[in-house]
C-alpha cells in the first residue's frame, strides 16, 4: 500500500534523501572510474588505491564546496526575499492585504472569502503567512549551508569507499573486474533507492544508473590501457 507523506517536513525529507542518494551514486561512479583507469595502465594495487583515495577526498570535497556555495547563495536570495517582504508590510499594509486576498482569489476561493482568509491570517501573523503564499519560503527553516555541505561530502564518501574495498579485497589480477562487479550491484541499489524515494518506476531509474556509470567506467578503463599499452 502506498502512503502519501504529509506535513509541512515531509517534501523537506525527501529532497535531503535524494540528495544523498544522488551524492552517493555520484561517489561510486567517480571513485570507481578513477580506480578502473588508473587499474587499465598498471597492475599494482598500492597506486590504485591511492588513486582512488584521492579521487574519494577530491570528489567529497568538491561537491562540499559546491554544495555550500549554491546553498549559501539560495539563502542569502531568501532572506533578500523575507526582508523586503517585511519592509512591504510595513511601509504599505494595505496593498500587501490586497495582494494576499488576490493570492487566494486565484486558488479559486470567492472574493469575499478570500479576503476574510487573508485578513484572519495577517491578524495572526502577516509576515509568516505572506512568507508562505508569496515567497513559498518557511522563515523559521531556512537552508543551512553547512548541512547541505556535510551531507554532500558524507554521501559521496559512502559511494566513493566501494570501489575501494573492491579493489583492496580483490584476488591478485582482478581489480578491474571485481570493481566492475561491485559498482553494477551497488549501482543497481542506487537506482532503486533512488526510484523508491523519487516515487517512480524503479527499473527504468536504475537502468540509466547503471547504464550511466558503467559507460563511465569503460571509457576511462579504455583510456587507462591505451595509455598502458603506449607506455605513457
Known sequence: MHIEPHGSGSGGTLNWLRAAVLG?????ISVASIVVGVAGAINDVRT?????VAGLLAGAFSMAAGEYVSVSSQRDSEKALLEKERQELRDMPKQELEEL???????GLTRATAEAVARELT???AFAAHAEAELKI????LTKPWVAAFASLASFAVGGVIPLFSVLLAPKNLHVEATFGA???ALVITGVLSARVSGGGWR??????VFGGLIAMLITWAAGTLFGVAGI
Open 204 to 209: 527504468r531509474a536504475t537502468w540509466r544508473v
Open 138 to 141: 518557511d522563515p523559521a527553516h
Open 48 to 52: 590504485i588505491f591511492i588513486s582512488g
Open 101 to 107: 486576498t488576490g493570492i487566494y482569489e486565484g486558488k
Open 24 to 28: 552517493a551514486g555520484d561517489g561510486i
Open 123 to 125: 491578524a495572526h501573523d
Open 183 to 185: 559498482v553494477f550491484v
